[in-house]
């Protein structure tokens, strides 16, 4: 074997001398970029201090229904995974007549049902009855400030054509909250995610 052909093999000079040898800059490379996700990736780290309301601390509803299944989920929770909130409120109206074209009398609801929790991350409701009604009132209080958001909708399940088809209509009764509607019950549609109503510090009358 020649020299050049013992050198290719064994002796390759590498960048960094002896220590480019033991470690390798590309290897050095990928641990760095490893430990600054891990610092810098905010689910990885101690949420130590509740921010101030702002986008974080959002609430939303998720409505979902499996087609088939008698049953509408609602899932109230905040935008960011680990925001805590002081109260969450849901109260549930039924046995009221609505198709889900028509207005809904809602100072007529009668809200039978509640759901009171308090320094909780999220609220998760079940419900049959058709159509069903939810009154929502999330506070989030941190140091910075505090806020209310909140939402009143209804939600009726028509069946449709062909067979065993489903359509879900909803309304709501708070400014700037809506969900598009009917929406066909499918698992291309739902489930479907909206903002409740930030109304501020003082909350609604």
Same mark, same amino acid.
Request: glycine residues 10%; without cysteine; aromatic residues 10%.
């Given at each position: 074997?020649?020299?050049?052909?013992?050198?290719?093999?064994?002796?390759?000079?590498?960048?960094?001398?002896?220590?480019?040898?033991?470690?390798?800059?590309?290897? #050095?490379?990928?641990?760095?970029?490893? #430990?600054?996700?891990?610092?810098?990736?905010? #689910?990885?780290?101690?949420?130590?201090?509740?921010?101030?309301?702002?986008?974080?601390?959002?609430?939303?509803?998720?409505?979902?229904?499996?087609?088939?299944?008698?049953?509408?989920?609602?899932?109230?929770?905040?935008?960011?995974?680990?925001?805590?909130?002081?109260?969450?409120?849901?109260?549930?109206?039924?046995?009221?007549?609505?198709?889900?074209?028509?207005?809904?009398?809602?100072?007529?609801?009668?809200?039978?049902?509640?759901?009171?929790?308090?320094?909780?991350?999220?609220?998760?409701?079940?419900?049959?009855?058709?159509?069903?009604?939810?009154?929502?009132?999330?506070?989030?209080?941190?140091?910075?400030?505090?806020?209310?958001?909140?939402?009143?909708?209804?939600?009726?399940?028509?069946?449709?054509?062909?067979?065993?088809?489903?359509?879900?209509?909803?309304?709501?009764?708070?400014?700037?909250?809506?969900?598009?509607?009917?929406?066909?019950?499918?698992?291309?549609?739902?489930?479907?995610?909206?903002?409740?109503?930030?109304?501020?510090?003082?909350?609604?009358?």
């Amino acid at each position: 074997m020649n020299e050049t052909e013992f050198t290719a093999v064994g002796n390759m000079p590498r960048p960094g001398g002896r220590l480019g040898y033991f470690a390798p800059w590309p290897l #050095v490379g990928i641990a760095v970029l490893l #430990v600054a996700l891990v610092v810098l990736t905010p #689910v990885l780290v101690s949420n130590t201090h509740q921010p101030g309301p702002g986008i974080l601390t959002q609430a939303e509803l998720v409505v979902d229904k499996a087609s088939g299944n008698a049953t509408l989920h609602f899932y109230i929770w905040a935008l960011g995974e680990t925001i805590r909130y002081d109260e969450i409120r849901v109260g549930i109206a039924t046995s009221f007549d609505w198709a889900g074209t028509t207005p809904i009398s809602w100072h007529g609801l009668n809200w039978t049902q509640w759901h009171n929790g308090s320094d909780l991350l999220s609220v998760i409701v079940a419900s049959t009855a058709n159509p069903v009604a939810l009154n929502i009132s999330v506070h989030y209080v941190s140091p910075s400030g505090s806020t209310w958001y909140v939402g009143l909708l209804a939600f009726y399940v028509a069946l449709t054509s062909p067979p065993n088809g489903e359509s879900l209509y909803s309304a709501s009764a708070t400014s700037g909250v809506a969900l598009p509607s009917p929406l066909a019950v499918s698992n291309d549609t739902l489930p479907v995610a909206v903002l409740l109503a930030n109304v501020g510090a003082g909350g609604v009358s």
